[in-house]
Nanobody
Framework: QVQLVESGGGLVQAGGSLTLSCSAS????????MAWYRQAPGRQRELVAR???????NYADSVKGRFTISRDNAKNTVYLQMNSLKPEDTAVYYC???????????????WGQGTQVTISS
C-alpha cells in the first residue's frame, strides 16, 4: 500500500520559516505530480502548490513569492519551503500525489495524514 507521510509542521512566529517534507513509500511504479494542499478551520481544502514530474511548479496566488515547492525523485519526496509566514497560513497541510502503484495500474490519488502549521502573531 502506498503511503505519504508529512513532516516538518510546527508553531512559528509570523515572518518565520518552515520547511515541510512528504515522502512516499510502499508499492510505487511511478510518481507523476506531487502537491501540497492546506485546510484551515472553517475553510475548504485548497491547493497551495503543485509540481510536475519534470519540475514545473504552480502556486496559489496567496503564496507566490513566499513558498517554494521542490521534489527529489530519487527519494520520492516533495518539499514545501515556506518563508515570510503569516497567521493566515495557519492550517493543516496535506501532501497529495498522483502515483502508479505498479505497471498494471493507472494513476491513483494518494493523501498524507496532514501536518499542523500554526503561525502566531
Amino acid at each position: 500500500q502506498v503511503q505519504l507521510v508529512e513532516s516538518g509542521g510546527g508553531l512559528v512566529q509570523a515572518g518565520g520559516s518552515l520547511t515541510l517534507s512528504c515522502s512516499a513509500s510502499g508499492s510505487i511504479f511511478y510518481i507523476n505530480r506531487m502537491a501540497w494542499y492546506r485546510q484551515a478551520p472553517g475553510r475548504q481544502r485548497e491547493l497551495v502548490a503543485r509540481i510536475a514530474s519534470g519540475g514545473i511548479a504552480n502556486y496559489a496566488d496567496s503564496v507566490k513569492g513566499r513558498f517554494t515547492i521542490s521534489r527529489d525523485n530519487a527519494k520520492n519526496t516533495v518539499y514545501l519551503q515556506m518563508n515570510s509566514l503569516k497567521p493566515e497560513d495557519t492550517a493543516v497541510y496535506y501532501c497529495n500525489s498522483d502515483i502508479r502503484p505498479n505497471s498494471n495500474s493507472w494513476y491513483l490519488d494518494y493523501w498524507g495524514q496532514g501536518t499542523q502549521v500554526t503561525i502566531s502573531s
